[in-house]
T-cell receptor, first 113, second 113 residues
Framework: DAKTTQPTSMDCAEGRAANLPCNHS???????VYWYRQIHSQGPQYIIH???NNETNEMASLIITEDRKSSTLILPHATLRDTAVYYC??????????????FGGGTRLMVKP | KAGVTQTPRYLIKTRGQQVTLSCSPI?????VSWYQQTPGQGLQFLFE???????NKGNFPGRFSGRQFSNSRSEMNVSTLELGDSALYLC????????????FGPGTRLTVT
């Protein structure tokens, strides 16, 4: 799986959009971008994933650049409950590849009142 | 639908002892993965079981082992505990192969004294 690079930490004001960047310059054609988050002392939670088109669900939006070398996770209206460590993971979606996730350091997002 | 459950939630063991942790996946999920989380090393993949067979294995010593039962419940065992095994052990379940997102349990906090 391709390596990812994320900022160590970010702050965001409550109610504003949180934009979390991720670099994955070595991503290959069959690799997807996944985002998980981990709220303190809980298990990681799946947020969203995408291949090359922008994706949106009830939690967030994922914007992937045209060259697929980077992406941005957007929380449109951050709340205090969004304070967590956010992990960007790149992996193959091969059905035989199994479910091994390689977590990097992630971005610690602090949402402030 | 009930989420992933892990038992026990907290455990204190003495160096040299062994420990068994249990994970019950979401109903219908056939894949169970185990992760270790420590402040120093972050989240690291231990192994994955799919239909009672180990499908992937991380870079951990042989003291760490696991198994999966026919009802998809999984156990992991750590023998000859070391102080460095103190960690949060997380279990994640998924429907199948690399196509699907994973759902994590709350974890078992193991302290080795």
């Amino acid at each position: 799986d391709a390596k990812t690079t994320q900022p160590t930490s970010m702050d965001c004001a409550e109610g504003r959009a949180a934009n979390l960047p991720c670099n994955h310059s070595t991503i290959s054609g069959n690799e997807y971008v996944y985002w998980y988050r981990q709220i303190h002392s809980q298990g990681p939670q799946y947020i969203i994933h995408g291949l090359k088109n922008n994706e949106t669900n009830e939690m967030a939006s994922l914007i992937i650049t045209e060259d697929r070398k980077s992406s941005t996770l957007i929380l449109p209206h951050a709340t205090l409950r969004d304070t967590a460590v956010y992990y960007c993971i790149v992996r193959s979606r091969n059905n035989n590849a199994g479910n091994m996730l390689t977590f990097g350091g992630g971005t610690r997002l602090m949402v402030k009142p | 639908k009930a989420g992933v459950t892990q038992t026990p939630r907290y455990l204190i063991k003495t160096r040299g002892q062994q420990v068994t942790l249990s994970c019950s996946p979401i109903s219908g999920h056939r894949s169970v993965s185990w992760y270790q989380q420590t402040p120093g090393q972050g989240l690291q993949f231990l192994f994955e079981y799919f239909s009672e067979t180990q499908r992937n294995k991380g870079n951990f010593p042989g003291r760490f082992s696991g198994r999966q039962f026919s009802n998809s419940r999984s156990e992991m065992n750590v023998s000859t505990l070391e102080l460095g095994d103190s960690a949060l052990y997380l279990c994640a379940s998924s429907t199948g192969g690399g196509l699907y997102e994973q759902y994590f349990g709350p974890g078992t906090r193991l302290t080795v004294t």
